[in-house]
């Protein structure tokens, strides 16, 4: 198991609690939604996965078999290097090319041998299918071109976990597919994405294990929502289809 929270409790920097008792889990190869309002704790539950915030009041909270409720701080730099991470607004550096963005995390995480830096980031662009934009500037290409790229950083040293806060937030629907697509194709090597999102749609054209924050709690509803989901796809009329979408909306927020 990559993580496993049993109730566990949740706390924002200011000391303020989101979510309590909160059991989660993510297996190999699992692709995970996690759905809910703003300001619900989805980003914050996210950011205790990498470690960008402690979860000190838990019975079990294993990140990577490392208990969070006792983790050294020497440590977390070792462990980021097996997370992926993707964020909404990219956070590319846009001051150098695709292919000095990707080098900047490979000579960061300690890869020296220039050849293997140069394998390794055309493995990843076309993973993506960007091979021919390594010479690009972040600001030359499109917003989907950019999440592209970003998700090619995080696959760059093969994590275990991706950790995509909104990653299609900003995209057009169209858009927002494929990169499901890519994400779904990264879980076929056994790497877990766990991914927050406000994009109800693409929950049931890519299926997964579905979370839900509401409530100061976090509630696994992936079969409540599939009941549902079918239900719309097996509406013809398009004044069903409206009411049940809204029922979906509800349920997810």
């Given at each position: 198991m990559l993580?496993?929270?049993?109730?566990?409790?949740?706390?924002?920097?200011?000391?303020?609690?989101?979510?309590?008792?909160?059991?989660?889990?993510?297996?190999?190869?699992e692709f995970i939604y996690i759905i809910?309002?703003?300001?619900?704790g989805k980003s914050?539950?996210?950011?205790?996965?990498?470690?960008?915030?402690?979860?000190?009041?838990?019975?079990?909270?294993f990140v990577l078999n490392h208990d969070l409720r006792k983790l050294k701080?020497?440590?977390?730099?070792?462990?980021?290097?097996?997370?992926g991470i993707i964020f909404q607004d990219f956070q590319l550096l846009g001051d150098r090319t695709v292919y000095d963005n990707l080098k900047f995390v490979l000579k960061a995480t300690g890869w020296k041998d220039k050849s293997e830096i140069d394998?390794?980031?055309?493995?990843v662009l076309e993973d993506v299918e960007m091979q021919d934009y390594a010479d690009r500037f972040p600001y030359e290409l499109s917003g989907g071109e950019q999440q592209r790229i970003?998700?090619?950083?995080?696959?760059?040293?093969?994590?275990?976990?991706?950790?995509?806060?909104?990653?299609?937030?900003?995209l057009d629907p169209e858009t927002a597919a494929n990169i499901l697509q890519i994400l779904r194709q990264v879980t076929q090597t056994g790497t877990a994405v766990v991914m927050t999102t406000h994009n109800i749609p693409l929950l049931t054209q890519y299926p997964g294990i579905v979370y839900r924050c509401a409530d100061q709690?976090?509630?696994?509803?992936?079969?409540?929502?599939?009941?549902?989901a079918l239900y719309q796809e097996e509406s013809n009329s398009d004044e069903v289809r409206t009411v049940e979408y809204t029922a979906r909306e509800d349920l997810s927020m």
């Open positions: 993580i496993d929270y049993q109730k566990a409790n949740i706390y924002q920097k200011d000391g303020i609690l989101v979510l309590k008792d909160v059991d989660f889990h993510v297996d190999e190869g809910g309002r703003v300001g619900a914050t539950l996210l950011k205790t996965l990498y470690f960008e915030l402690d979860v000190d009041e838990a019975e079990n909270a701080r020497k440590y977390i730099p070792a462990l980021r290097r097996q997370i394998e390794r980031i055309a493995d970003a998700i090619a950083r995080a696959i760059l040293n093969k994590p275990k976990i991706i950790i995509a806060d909104e990653p299609t937030g900003n709690r976090l509630e696994e509803i992936t079969n409540d929502y599939n009941k549902i």
